[in-house]
């Protein structure tokens, strides 16, 4: 797994919605935020930025730097 510390990260804002409105884009640091608070976890992640796990999924798709981040943040399976 990959190396990354807290420091890398911004925080996260506090959202006062229940669910982020759809007009309101996730940022790419947002996301890697979220991604590395929820370990890797993209349903963990999506909780913490109040969207369904398919649009973060969508950002995560768009953006290389997001994809290997997930794949250094995921655990590696023994084979």
Same mark, same amino acid.
């Given at each position: 797994?990959?190396?990354?510390?807290?420091?890398? +990260? =911004?925080?996260?804002? +506090?959202?006062?919605?229940?669910?982020?409105?759809?007009?309101?884009?996730?940022?790419?640091?947002?996301? !890697?935020?979220?991604?590395?608070?929820?370990?890797?976890?993209?349903?963990?992640? !999506? !909780?913490?930025?109040?969207?369904?796990? !398919?649009?973060?999924?969508?950002?995560?798709?768009?953006?290389?730097?997001?994809?290997? =981040?997930?794949?250094?943040?995921?655990?590696?399976?023994?084979?």
């Amino acid at each position: 797994m990959g190396e990354h510390s807290p420091e890398e +990260f =911004l925080p996260l804002a +506090f959202y006062p919605w229940i669910s982020r409105p759809e007009t309101l884009p996730i940022e790419y640091d947002e996301a !890697a935020t979220a991604l590395y608070l929820g370990k890797g976890d993209v349903n963990s992640a !999506a !909780a913490l930025l109040k969207v369904v796990p !398919a649009r973060l999924k969508r950002v995560i798709r768009k953006s290389g730097r997001l994809q290997l =981040l997930l794949s250094d943040l995921q655990p590696r399976r023994e084979g």
